[in-house]
């Protein structure tokens, strides 16, 4: 077996799988291991027959990427006939206990990982709804994958609440470097019926309707690009949009030509998650 991307850095072939997947490629697949293992671990439990389990990719807690099986298979990873024929899976090495975190260097390689699969098979943009139906019932575009979850296919935390949480954000870092735009990813299709849940609402120090989860990803997005707070230092990621936050906002807003009002609204969340 060749790897499909040069990221590999562990090929480990699985005797578990059924061959060729029967749809074309429209989902991704992200979940958690349960443990804090090399993606070469990994590989060697999928690599037993007895074990009847895999996944096309691993990434390890030290970013190493393993690949089991081709692109083209079909894992056995998300209980679900239907999504692992359409999806390639991702497992990712976890903690052990809630909310199964993973390490940075973990989090890292996949979004390398998703941005080079993405290029690879011609997708221009990851597309996250935060419900199965939304996510099911979407009809993907040619050059979109729909992000879908163990959870939703079988009694399990998989990917773990750390990583489910952070779903929006890996959509919006993996497609602003495909070059996709904030809003289709954001409300893609969605049936009329249906809410895309990913609405991002209007931030700000004072008053607004402060998510605390979206706080957070404003946070990380922030830090990510190196905005700092105003004590000079690395943003603290408390889902409070305190008065650090506050200044690196304004930071970012003055820096890309926008209002200076530490008000966090559509436009500067389409410049913070790389609209055009
Ligand atoms: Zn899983």
């Not at 359409?86 to 890292?108: G, H, L």
């Amino acid at each position: 077996m060749i790897a499909d991307s040069k990221l590999v850095t562990d090929v480990i072939p699985s005797p578990n799988h059924s061959g060729k997947r029967i749809y074309p490629l429209t989902r991704i697949s992200i979940h958690c291991v349960v443990g804090q293992c090399y993606a070469s671990t990994l590989g060697e439990l999928f690599a037993d027959a007895g074990y009847e389990a895999s996944s096309n990719y691993g990434v390890g807690f030290d970013g190493s990427i393993g690949q089991y099986l081709p692109e083209s298979y079909r894992s056995w990873c998300t209980s679900s006939y239907d999504n692992d024929n359409r999806a390639i899976t991702i497992e990712v090495a976890s903690d052990t206990v809630e909310p199964y975190k993973v390490t940075k260097k973990a989090y890292d390689a996949l979004i390398r990982l998703l941005v080079d699969i993405c290029r690879r098979n011609g997708k221009k943009k990851l597309v996250w709804f935060g419900s199965k139906s939304a996510a099911l019932s979407y009809a993907p575009k040619d050059d979109e994958l729909v992000m879908t979850v163990h959870r939703w296919f079988a009694n399990k935390a998989c990917p773990g609440d750390y990583l489910y949480g952070l779903h929006p954000q890996i959509m919006a870092q993996v497609n602003r470097q495909l070059g996709g735009t904030f809003e289709a990813a954001s409300t893609a299709g969605a049936k009329k019926t249906e809410t895309a849940v990913l609405t991002f609402n209007f931030l700000a120090r004072s008053g607004y309707n402060n998510v605390p989860a979206q706080v957070k990803m404003l946070q990380r997005l922030l830090r990510d690009i190196r905005y700092r707070g105003r004590d000079g230092k690395e943003l603290t990621i408390n889902s409070r949009f305190d008065a650090n936050t506050d200044y690196a906002v304004r930071a970012f807003q003055k820096k890309n030509g926008l209002t200076v009002d530490g008000v966090v609204g559509p436009a500067t969340w389409k410049k913070l998650t790389g609209a055009k």
